[in-house]
């Protein structure tokens, strides 16, 4: 329950004025209270074989025995008389109770963070907290909570990411890439977050997958659906699941990539830099299956379908220096 639905519970419970189900609800907190997940948390870390976790735990009850120091007493005398006339003894400590818990959860689940990055050529799977599985592509970042704190498994990805997710209907499993969530309860599905080129692409293997925006839901997903999000336009298809996933086993194929995507995916796949100095091939797109091909020749490949100048600048540099383009879609 949060602090406003609580605030005017409470109200209605000092003027006497409580429903039947309000009151229910009410009494459903209190009773609930002390045995709600985040207290498990805190009794899990106290009792983790590191030192780090007793030492967390250790400066979260310091803090809770500071904040406890201002008596909800206090505090009421504090308020103006008109505004204390309004408001209960019972809604001021309970306020004060939640809110102190409320910012110590927040430094809880920042403290307990844990973020992995992929380096170039590499591939790894990670397994979570609550027992789901995701495959990191190279080049790709992702930070979730090593206990999963709070009402949701929330996950934030940058690259891409294939996810086996355990069910669980009770904490759904979220993965926010900028302004892009994905959601779901228990299902198997690939993220694409390249945030900084405004593509985002989710495709279902299994379940039904929920997609929003900061706006508003774009879509639900089931299994082969596809929805894939490019510059401010928003595409809903169907995809090939197993050819989509042989990244997993090291393959490197495109469908329709435009080449800003396709650099960075060989930057990551072969360790170098990718300059794209023409920004009329920004608009090229390109497919095809070049697993097992060396970087010059994917670029010999790609210059067959538009034509492009490379110049090599050193082992590590590459700058794309200069094309016809194409002509935007």
Same mark, same amino acid.
């Given at each position: 329950m949060d602090k406003e639905r609580l605030k005017y519970l409470l109200t209605l419970y000092e003027a006497n004025a409580? =429903?039947? %189900? #309000?009151? #229910? #609800?009410? #009494?459903? +907190?209190y009773e609930s209270f002390d045995t709600k997940e985040d207290d498990a948390h805190l009794i899990n870390l106290r009792f983790q074989g590191n030192k780090k976790?007793?030492?967390m735990y250790a400066n979260i009850l310091n803090r809770i025995k500071e904040k406890e120091a201002v008596t909800p007493r206090e505090f009421y005398r504090k308020i103006p008389l008109r505004g204390a006339a309004a408001i209960s003894l019972l809604l001021v400590a309970s306020i004060l109770l939640i809110s102190n818990r409320s910012s110590l959860y927040k430094e809880l689940i920042t403290a307990t963070n844990k973020t992995i990055y992929v380096p170039e050529g590499k591939?790894?799977?990670? =397994?979570?907290?609550? !027992? =789901?599985?995701? +495959?990191?592509?190279? !080049?790709s970042t992702l930070t979730y909570n090593r206990f999963f704190l709070g009402g949701q498994r929330n996950l934030f990805l940058k690259g891409e990411a294939y996810f086996e997710v355990e069910r669980n209907p009770d904490k759904p499993f979220v993965v926010q890439s900028g302004s892009m969530k994905t959601t779901v309860l228990g299902t198997s599905f690939n993220i694409k977050a390249l945030t900084e080129f405004e593509i985002y692409e989710v495709l279902v293997r299994t379940g039904k997958v929920q997609v929003s925006d900061s706006n508003s839901i774009l879509a639900t997903l089931?299994?082969?659906?596809?929805l894939m999000a490019k510059h401010n336009q928003h595409i809903l298809d169907s995809a090939n699941v197993d050819n989509y996933l042989r990244w997993?086993? !090291?393959n490197l194929r495109f469908d329709s990539s435009n080449i800003e995507e396709i650099a960075w995916y060989l930057e990551n796949r072969f360790g170098v830099n990718i300059e794209l100095a023409d920004m009329k091939m920004k608009s090229?797109?390109? =497919?095809? %299956?070049?697993? !097992?091909?060396?970087l010059s020749s994917i670029f010999k490949i790609m210059q067959e379908v538009h034509p492009f100048e490379v110049q090599y600048l050193g082992k590590e540099n590459i700058k794309i220096i200069s094309g016809p383009g194409c002509s935007l879609p």
């Open positions: 409580l =429903s039947t %189900d #309000e009151k #229910e #609800e009410l #009494e459903e +907190w976790g007793q030492k591939m790894q799977i990670v =397994s979570l907290p609550d !027992g =789901s599985k995701t +495959w990191l592509r190279s !080049g089931l299994p082969k659906d596809r997993r086993n !090291g090229c797109t390109f =497919s095809g %299956d070049f697993t !097992g091909l060396s």
